[in-house]
């Protein structure tokens, strides 16, 4: 009885510090200009997001950051200057792999927008 007991107190702090995992893939059509949004729903804990992207017609630009940094972030993009705030970002790629590191209880962004003249199909996957 207690070596179960143990067994269950065990597991319940071991899972109790995992998070909710993000499995997250799907295919979309991204219209020339077109912004795509995806919020990344906070943790209690810092949170490694890992996102791949491909769109093998067309290139595309991701940039990942923080919900709260969002309306200076779009400005700066906006304007052609690079934000200091991103999390992460690749432009002008048709093969994208970014690791982007979100503090504990943060709620975070992946923006996702075609970089030249053509729609772009892509296939997105994010993890933590």
Do not use: F, W
């Amino acid at each position: 009885m207690k070596s179960s007991l143990l067994l269950l107190v065990c597991l319940v702090t071991l899972l109790g510090g995992c998070g909710p995992k993000l499995a997250d893939q799907r295919d979309l059509t991204l219209e020339v200009n077109e912004i795509l949004a995806i919020p990344i729903d906070p943790i209690e804990r810092e949170q490694t997001i890992k996102i791949t992207a491909s769109s093998p017609d067309a290139p595309i630009n991701v940039h990942v950051y923080l919900k709260e940094d969002e309306a200076e972030i779009e400005r700066k993009i906006t304007l052609g200057k690079p934000p200091e705030s991103l999390l992460a970002n690749q432009n002008d790629a048709e093969q994208i792999s970014l690791e982007a590191l979100v503090p504990a209880g943060k709620e975070a962004i992946v923006r996702l927008q075609t970089a030249g003249p053509k729609s772009a199909q892509v296939h997105l996957e994010m993890t933590n």
